[in-house]
């Protein structure tokens, strides 16, 4: 088989590498490839990581031994030293150092040297200046040493940013939200069904009583009513499924609003299987390490650590070209030149058409002052894609530093001719920074990364045709389970249930006192929704007997309060619980989705007696994921969703009390 090859498109020219065949390589001029290596020698050479953490490491434990015998101020020059070493060195991350000295800053916490641990977590920055736990540290230790309310918010709101960008850029908060979103509509659909039982449940026991009367079974008539509702229960394997029974059930008597939230939860309930499976499985292939060394290795930045991994991919896959592209970005920003333009050149070899490569080599050359080999490398670029605005605005830039403004003025033309808007963007970037105009490097796109590592995956008969009936019969396969099936069949009864309702109008409750009543018990003319009684007392007028009438009401206060508190206990437990009660089912089930996907998210172990009791493995564990404890907890999931959870909370039950006032 063909080793799989890297091209560009014109669509996306952003960097983003596509999987194509590889084509014959373009003829056209080539530079000075002798005159170009030796030029790029004005960058640092030959990296060695052997080296680089020797010496990291000796200036690391001689600074520990200063701290040992209590020498702060060798220390502090050691620690100054440790810094020189980064900037000469470039080094903007190293993980391993950065944790050490967050762990150490918590140990001096402890102590109550305060300083100390500040001084420990400046450092820290050195190695890893993102990182949200060095935010977390410092916050605590503002706090704990009376730095101030503001100081201490804002290193919390630092925090809290460094610490979604990292979860998102990982892919973990989007894992983590795929799961939590299958798991809330499931208990969305629970939580439903239950609320409509209990409004609709007097309504269907009381067609289950009428046709038994209708039959001469007026003494079985009550039990027939409950044995209906709760028929699932007679049986420990039935039993799961009672939420989508009572769907069913209640779908004839409820309103249309109800029935149609309830058949899209039914459709929920269908592809939950199937959308859990792709979740776990996407979970699966983030979580593993090559592609975890190959996103951050996306972003380009120089990180020894990182150079290593992607050396050990490159190696166990020389076919891929894809590893080997990231591999020269690290060494071209670490400022490698030689070793990032002979990975580059590598590239090309297996993929002449990667235009992406010759965009980067010329970069290489226009950051050594080479402006002419650069030129020819945008050119060879254009050549392979004529429409890349990355290749005409850097060739741009190359022809300006040459003092060729007329065919650099040519270039950037044909660039907006192109896409203007995009050659705008980069032209004011640099505007607006106030720095010099400088070329931008072509990148790798995650889904480039993803795509690329999907061979062999859980996804993978999902996503490429196989010889077994293509993608089509495997997404098919995925709704052979019993969920999907039962919830299948549930849709089919709910569907019988309103054609029998459309054929004789279902029971329902009185709006005023609650009884229920139904074509039996009340003529079809009469299309209010109250009762005989309540009829005679509110819309005719025309009065009844004093003793019925203090009755009434007072059966029709009792409703109304013994209402009130339920709706109230039920949205102060799940909000959205009383908008359902209350006839407004679309907007509860919404707060109903938000409430549990907040909780889920923000604290799954709380649904572990859930997964115990049913013996289902839900797979919670999956909620929690992260390499090592951090030192200062903080869940990515915990800060989209405890303000979440706070809003719905808020939204369900305000409401509801001003209701309840008025």
């Known amino acids: 088989m063909a080793a799989t090859a890297l091209s560009g498109s014109a669509a996306a020219d952003s960097g983003v590498i596509h999987l194509v065949a590889p084509s014959p390589e373009p003829e056209g001029e080539r530079p000075a490839e002798n005159g170009g290596i030796a030029a790029l020698r004005e960058g640092r050479r030959g990296f060695d990581f052997d080296t680089f953490q020797s010496r990291l490491e000796g200036a690391w434990f001689q600074r520990k031994g200063y701290l040992a015998d209590s020498r702060d101020a060798d220390a502090s020059r050691q620690s100054e030293l440790i810094r020189a070493f980064c900037a000469e060195e470039d080094i903007h991350r190293v993980e ?18 305060h300083e100390k641990a500040l001084r420990s977590l400046e450092l820290a920055d050195v190695f890893d200046p993102s990182a949200s736990q060095i935010h977390l540290a410092r916050a605590s230790v503002l706090w704990k040493s009376g730095g101030g309310l503001l100081r201490t918010g804002g290193e919390l709101f630092r925090a809290a940013k460094a610490q979604l960008r990292e979860a998102w850029t990982s892919l973990g908060l989007v894992n983590d939200l795929a799961l939590v979103l299958v798991f809330a509509l499931l208990g969305c659909l629970a939580a439903f069904s239950l609320l409509l039982v209990l409004r609709h449940q007097v309504a269907v026991r009381h067609e289950v009583e009428e046709e038994m009367l209708r039959r001469g079974a007026e003494r079985w008539a009550p039990a027939a009513g409950w044995a209906l509702l709760l028929l699932p229960l007679l049986s420990w394997i039935a039993a799961g499924w009672i939420a989508l029974y009572w769907l069913v059930v209640t779908f004839r008597v409820s309103g249309k609003a109800e029935r149609l939230v309830a058949t899209v939860l039914l459709l929920g309930a269908f592809v939950s299987v199937p959308a859990y499976r792709v979740a776990v499985a996407i979970y699966g292939l983030t979580a593993d390490p090559v592609v975890r060394t190959s996103l951050a290795a996306a972003s380009g930045r120089w990180d020894p650590d990182r150079v290593v991994k992607m050396r050990e991919l490159v190696e166990a896959h020389p076919e891929q070209p894809i590893y080997r592209f ?35 080599l010329g970069n290489i050359f226009f950051h050594t002052g080479q402006y002419s080999e650069a030129a020819v490398m945008y050119k060879r670029a254009i050549a392979v894609e004529p429409e890349s605005i990355l290749a005409y605005y850097d060739l741009h830039l190359a022809q300006s530093e040459a003092f060729n403004f007329k065919e650099a003025e040519t270039s950037l033309n044909r660039a907006r001719d192109i896409d203007p808007k995009a050659i705008a963007d980069l032209l004011s970037r640099h505007a607006k920074e106030g720095d010099r105009p400088t070329v931008v490097d072509a990148g790798v796109g995650v889904g480039t990364i993803v795509r690329a590592t999907l061979s062999g995956g859980q996804l993978k008969g999902w996503l490429e045709s196989g010889r077994r009936g293509g993608p089509g019969r495997e997404i098919a396969l995925q709704f052979l389970n019993p969920t999907s099936v039962v919830a299948l069949l549930a849709l089919v009864a709910a569907l019988v249930a309103l054609l029998s309702s459309v054929r004789q109008r279902p029971a329902r409750r009185c709006a005023r006192c609650g009884r229920p009543f139904c074509h039996l018990c009340k003529s079809a003319r009469d299309a209010n929704d109250y009762c005989t009684q309540c009829v005679h007392l509110f819309v005719l007028g025309d009065g009844l007997a004093p003793e019925t009438k203090t009755r009434k009401l007072y059966e029709i206060e009792r409703h109304d309060r013994m209402n009130r508190f339920i709706r109230r206990i039920a949205s102060t437990v799940l909000p959205g619980a009383g908008d359902v009660l209350k006839g407004k089912p679309a907007l509860g089930a919404l707060l109903l989705f938000l409430w549990l996907t907040a909780w889920i998210a923000w604290l799954p172990e709380l649904f572990v007696p859930i997964q115990r009791f049913t013996g289902a493995d839900l797979r919670l564990d999956l909620l929690r994921s992260g390499s090592v404890p951090a030192s200062f907890p903080l869940c990515p999931a915990a800060l989209v969703c405890a303000p979440l959870a706070a809003a719905v909370w808020l939204a369900g039950n305000l409401r509801q009390r001003r209701r309840f006032e008025a």
């Open 96 to 113: 391993g150092a950065a944790a050490a000295l967050v762990a150490e800053a918590r140990r001096y916490l402890g102590e109550g040297s």
């Open 326 to 360: 990231l591999l020269a970005g690290l060494y071209k920003n670490g400022r490698y030149y030689e070793e990032a333009y002979r990975e580059y050149k590598q590239v090309l070899a297996l993929d002449p058409d990667t235009y992406h490569a010759l965009v980067n």
